[in-house]
């Protein structure tokens, strides 16, 4: 096992996570430099960011302390449990810098869309309605009043709900 930090953390992965997590001192080391390539070489491939891996490594590390006690004696109190606690919160900011960051536009996020999804025909078009909420308990049903397709621009050749025409 070994441990390795440059002082730069532009320089590699592995410098970078250990930034973030304040894994720097060779004299007091939270995590050994194969245990943090294990977590960049596993999560790289889902969120390609050493933000997201320095949270796992976090989580890590506070499961580690989760086993230390509270020793009180003579009136000394050692409480090693806040370790775990302040690790913990260090990997759920991590993790919110992790959202922020894949929120900026520079990782782009996509949710909803499927790959190769093609409009089919054969599905009914979504329609609302005015009160379709009000009794949310009857579920889904034909809502009555003047319906309004979510095909606005027309594209489907539906009623889009718009007048279009001048009065």
Partial sequence: MSFSYSGTPSDSDLDEVRFYLGDTNPEDVLLQ????????????????????NAAVCADMIAGH???????????VS?????????????????RDQHKLYAASGVMPDVGG????????????????????????????????GEMMSYDLLGVLGG????????P
């Fill in 78 to 94: 050692i409480q090693m449990s806040e370790l775990q606690q302040k690790f913990q919160t260090l990997g759920e900011e991590l």
């Fill in 159 to 166: 009623n889009s709900g718009l007048d279009t025409e001048a």
């Fill in 33 to 52: 430099d194969e245990e943090v390539q294990f977590v960049i070489n596993k999560w790289n491939q889902i969120h390609n960011s050493n933000l997201f």
């Fill in 65 to 75: 302390f989760a086993r230390e006690v509270t020793i009180s004696a003579d009136g």
């Fill in 113 to 144: 869309i499927m790959f190769g999804e093609v409009y089919d025909s054969s599905i009914a078009p979504l329609v609302w309605s005015k009160q379709m909420h009000d009794n949310k308990r009857a579920g889904r049903q034909d809502y009555g």
